[in-house]
């Protein structure tokens, strides 16, 4: 049964490769009828944080895919340390005295062990401990007996380092702490994982991994690592350089629908054999494999006034158009909210939405496009009441007409309001738009906005003359200054 497995380190919020690695592991179990497991590899104490890590949750929990079993690692710690000494006992591992190595270790390219203490007798290496000597525990590397490691990736193929350049790397620190390679290695080992898809820049750890699992008696997962993600500059995309852009709250913070951000993600060093871009979540469960990976990195391209791939943007917007009203309604309602407006239900978001839906890319956007159903439209520009090629008395003609009407039709829906309003352009021989603009501008702020005679509706008659007498105090306010 495939078992793969998402592995984040709680060291700062979720970056938009971590969710495509998330998201490329859900679709390939998904895809298997595997097992989906978020693990959090938190044993780094000096660097993890629980705001880190309920920004991972958060993030994760906004794309709407889930998993099937959790685990930390750090309540796993016997277990690194049991399969460290495991390997010890086999004449795998030894004992490093040396308080310097560690440091020389990580300073020097061409440090590759300790031959004094890698040759350190077992009677040596177990009197100098009891004694509460501090050491650290490496891994033999089979030097001797082995010239080379053999990687067989599911993405970049076979793959191969020569062991005279691995390090005799440590399993576990002087203060017994085991490190990312023993831990990672003994819980996907205790998982049963069977499948390891995580970024290109893990290949190299890959090498000292295989020995890891050989040295346990266990089979080495497949692996398949990711092409990186890229800035427009080719700069490798970075929380660090390129700010909030690689943050996945900041896409759900703009109004990026879930589906349609893990669309979007998916064609970034993916893409299924049929090439079509626009997927539903079953699509991509369908269509999705390892062999539609790349091996070239994929770019986001976004620039400092756009922070969003203009791709992301087109696929939000066509996934918007396939929700229904009332799902909509329920996706528009935080951002109504956190826009302001006052007495939002989501019974008056379901009204508006079949107004709105074909003119919003993004979530947020409601701000924009529908501020004017839910409170007083903003100060507008008293001339966008006047029609084109027309003059004050055309608009007051129309917006007293106007008035005059929508106050007499006995039913305030759409087909009453158009009959009515079309009928009193034609008594004063007026074209249609001649007499609209004023009445939009005057209930709307704006001349480009939602339909019209399904927005008088949605705002009621009320609210509609109200706003129509508003206009023509500006209009008459207008002409008498300009008579002075």
Same mark, same amino acid.
């Given at each position: 049964?495939?078992?793969?497995?998402?592995?984040?380190?709680?060291?700062?919020?979720?970056?938009?490769?971590?969710?495509?690695?998330?998201?490329?592991?859900?679709?390939?179990?998904?895809?298997?009828?595997?097992?989906?497991?978020?693990?959090?590899?938190?044993?780094?104490?000096?660097?993890?944080?629980?705001?880190?890590?309920?920004?991972?949750?958060?993030?994760?929990?906004?794309?709407?895919?889930?998993?099937? @079993?959790?685990?930390?690692?750090?309540?796993?710690? &016997?277990?690194?340390?049991?399969?460290?000494?495991?390997?010890?006992?086999?004449?795998?591992?030894?004992?490093?005295?040396?308080?310097?190595?560690?440091?020389?270790?990580?300073?020097?390219?061409?440090?590759?062990?300790?031959? *004094?203490?890698?040759?350190?007798?077992?009677?040596?290496?177990?009197?100098?401990?009891?004694? *509460?000597?501090?050491?650290?525990?490496?891994?033999?590397?089979?030097?001797?007996?082995?010239?080379?490691?053999?990687?067989?990736?599911?993405?970049?193929?076979?793959?191969?380092?020569?062991?005279?350049?691995?390090?005799?790397?440590?399993?576990?620190?002087?203060?017994?702490?085991?490190?990312?390679?023993?831990?990672?290695? &003994?819980?996907?080992?205790?998982?049963?994982?069977?499948?390891?898809?995580?970024?290109?820049?893990?290949?190299?750890?890959?090498?000292?991994?295989?020995?890891?699992?050989?040295?346990?008696?266990?089979?080495?997962?497949?692996?398949?690592?990711?092409?990186?993600?890229?800035?427009?500059?080719?700069?490798?995309?970075?929380?660090?350089?390129?700010?909030?852009?690689?943050?996945?709250?900041?896409?759900?913070?703009?109004?990026?629908?879930?589906?349609?951000?893990?669309?979007?993600?998916?064609?970034?060093?993916?893409?299924?054999?049929?090439?079509?871009?626009?997927?539903?979540?079953?699509?991509?469960?369908?269509?999705?494999?390892?062999?539609?990976?790349?091996?070239?990195?994929?770019?986001?391209?976004?620039?400092?006034?756009?922070?969003?791939?203009?791709?992301?943007?087109?696929?939000?917007?066509?996934?918007?158009?396939?929700?229904?009203?009332?799902?909509? &309604?329920?996706?528009?309602?935080?951002?109504?909210?956190?826009?302001?407006?006052?007495?939002?239900?989501?019974?008056?978001?379901?009204?508006?939405?079949?107004?709105?839906?074909?003119?919003?890319?993004?979530?947020?956007?409601?701000?924009?496009?529908?501020?004017?159903?839910?409170?007083?439209? *903003?100060?507008?520009?008293?001339? @966008?009441?006047?029609?084109?090629?027309?003059?004050?008395?055309?608009?007051?003609?129309?917006?007293?007409?106007?008035?005059?009407?929508?106050?007499?039709?006995?039913?305030?829906?759409?087909?009453?309001?158009?009959?009515?309003?079309?009928?009193?352009?034609?008594?004063?021989?007026?074209?249609?738009?001649?007499?609209?603009?004023?009445?939009?501008?005057?209930?709307? *702020?704006?001349?480009? &906005?939602?339909?019209?005679?399904?927005?008088? @509706?949605?705002?009621?008659?009320?609210?509609?003359?109200?706003?129509?007498?508003?206009?023509?105090?500006?209009?008459?306010?207008?002409?008498?200054?300009?008579?002075?």
């Amino acid at each position: 049964m495939t078992r793969v497995r998402f592995a984040p380190s709680p060291t700062g919020y979720l970056h938009i490769g971590g969710a495509r690695t998330f998201i490329f592991n859900w679709l390939y179990a998904r895809h298997n009828r595997g097992t989906m497991i978020l693990r959090i590899d938190d044993t780094d104490v000096e660097r993890n944080s629980e705001v880190s890590l309920e920004s991972i949750h958060q993030g994760l929990e906004w794309l709407e895919l889930g998993w099937d @079993e959790f685990y930390r690692q750090s309540e796993r710690v &016997a277990l690194h340390r049991q399969a460290a000494w495991a390997i010890f006992e086999k004449g795998l591992a030894y004992r490093d005295f040396t308080s310097a190595s560690l440091a020389l270790e990580n300073s020097s390219e061409g440090w590759v062990s300790n031959p *004094g203490m890698r040759e350190l007798s077992r009677e040596e290496s177990d009197r100098r401990a009891h004694s *509460g000597e501090a050491f650290v525990l490496r891994f033999r590397v089979p030097r001797e007996s082995r010239n080379e490691i053999v990687v067989r990736d599911l993405v970049y193929g076979t793959v191969t380092k020569a062991t005279s350049d691995v390090e005799d790397f440590a399993l576990l620190r002087s203060t017994g702490v085991p490190t990312y390679h023993m831990a990672s290695c &003994a819980d996907d080992a205790d998982l049963r994982i069977t499948d390891i898809l995580r970024g290109q820049e893990h290949l190299a750890n890959t090498f000292k991994h295989v020995l890891i699992f050989e040295a346990l008696g266990v089979d080495t997962p497949n692996t398949a690592h990711l092409p990186l993600l890229m800035a427009p500059d080719g700069a490798k995309l970075s929380k660090r350089k390129h700010g909030p852009v690689v943050s996945v709250t900041t896409y759900r913070n703009a109004g990026f629908l879930p589906h349609a951000f893990v669309n979007f993600l998916c064609l970034l060093g993916w893409s299924p054999k049929n090439d079509i871009e626009k997927m539903s979540r079953e699509e991509l469960i369908e269509l999705f494999s390892l062999e539609g990976i790349h091996r070239a990195n994929a770019i986001i391209n976004f620039t400092e006034k756009d922070p969003f791939d203009p791709k992301a943007i087109w696929l939000n917007a066509e996934h918007l158009r396939t929700l229904s009203f009332d799902q909509l &309604a329920r996706r528009l309602m935080p951002y109504a909210q956190q826009a302001g407006f006052r007495n939002v239900t989501v019974e008056k978001l379901r009204a508006i939405t079949p107004l709105i839906r074909e003119r919003i890319r993004l979530l947020s956007e409601v701000a924009m496009v529908a501020d004017f159903f839910f409170g007083e439209p *903003g100060p507008y520009d008293p001339t @966008e009441l006047i029609p084109q090629k027309g003059d004050a008395n055309m608009a007051t003609l129309a917006l007293s007409k106007a008035k005059k009407v929508l106050a007499a039709v006995p039913v305030f829906d759409h087909g009453t309001i158009e009959a009515a309003l079309r009928g009193a352009a034609d008594e004063l021989k007026l074209k249609a738009g001649q007499t609209f603009q004023p009445i939009r501008v005057a209930v709307c *702020g704006r001349k480009n &906005a939602p339909p019209l005679f399904e927005t008088l @509706e949605v705002l009621g008659r009320e609210t509609v003359l109200t706003r129509i007498d508003s206009a023509l105090d500006i209009v008459n306010a207008r002409q008498q200054l300009a008579s002075l």
